[in-house]
T-cell receptor, first 117, second 113 residues
Framework: GAVVSQHPSWVICKSGTSVKIECRSL??????MFWYRQFPKQSLMLMAT?????????EQGVEKDKFLINHASLTLSTLTVTSAHPEDSSFYIC?????????????FGPGTRLTVL | AQSVTQPDIHITVSEGASLELRCNYS??????LFWYVQSPGQGLQLLLK??????LVQGIKGFEAEFKRSQSSFNLRKPSVHWSDAAEYFC???????????FGGGTRLMVKP
């Protein structure tokens, strides 16, 4: 149980184009989903928190107009990187929060490798 | 603000040897603590978590962790390492009933044959 998928697993795009990444919780409903960015050999950096039916909450320094997040349902959140540039190349990981007993646990997707040429 | 420190960036152990990965946290309230493992190019898999009760927590793949409040630590252990355990390990502290995670810098485990 608690499986999270991401699509695509990797994408290569030209500079200036937009890329959409999907995050789905396959066997549970997630009120809250999270988007992280991970640079090579580094830890995860939280970009934003996404709640179903409301606007995402972005971390300081993350451009909300560049990284558009939509959480349209309890099982789907999308991250759109608009007007992508080479510096946006990174590994993007989503997670979905599942509440069990008295605590929430984040379950992570497999990640999406974005390369901007 | 909460923080997590994983003092060891790299650790190399021989297959079959025991393993301990260190994690120290700083958080003013009751911590929710997690260990995740990440294989190259993959997402994170939950190994185990702690939020109350028995301070020795059992997880998947033969891992366990012990919460020591006096030392602000949550070290991960395994009695006998397998080559497939080679990966990056992340300790995290959760706030807001565990919903918001702060990660440590990670420890890369290498396993010698």
């Amino acid at each position: 149980g608690a499986v999270v998928s991401q699509h695509p697993s990797w994408v290569i795009c030209k500079s200036g184009t937009s890329v959409k990444i999907e995050c789905r919780s396959l066997d549970f409903q997630a009120t809250t989903m999270f988007w992280y960015r991970q640079f090579p050999k580094q830890s995860l950096m939280l970009m934003a928190t996404s709640n179903e039916g409301s606007k995402a909450t972005y971390e300081q320094g993350v451009e909300k107009d560049k990284f558009l997040i939509n959480h349209a349902s309890l099982t789907l959140s999308t991250l759109t990187v608009t007007s992508a540039h080479p510096e946006d190349s990174s590994f993007y990981i989503c997670s979905a929060s599942l509440r069990d007993t008295i605590t929430d646990t984040q379950y992570f997707g497999p990640g999406t490798r974005l390369t901007v040429l | 603000a909460q923080s997590v420190t994983q003092p060891d960036i790299h650790i190399t152990v021989s297959e079959g040897a025991s393993l301990e990965l260190r994690c120290n946290y700083s958080y003013g309230a009751t911590p929710y603590l997690f260990w995740y493992v990440q294989s190259p190019g993959q997402g994170l898999q939950l190994l185990l978590k702690y939020f109350s009760g028995d301070t020795l927590v059992q997880g998947i793949k033969g891992f366990e962790a012990e919460f020591k409040r006096s030392q602000s630590s949550f070290n991960l252990r395994k009695p006998s390492v397998h080559w497939s355990d080679a990966a990056e390990y992340f300790c995290a502290v959760g706030t807001n009933a565990g919903n918001m995670l702060t990660f440590g810098g990670g420890t890369r485990l290498m396993v010698k044959p």
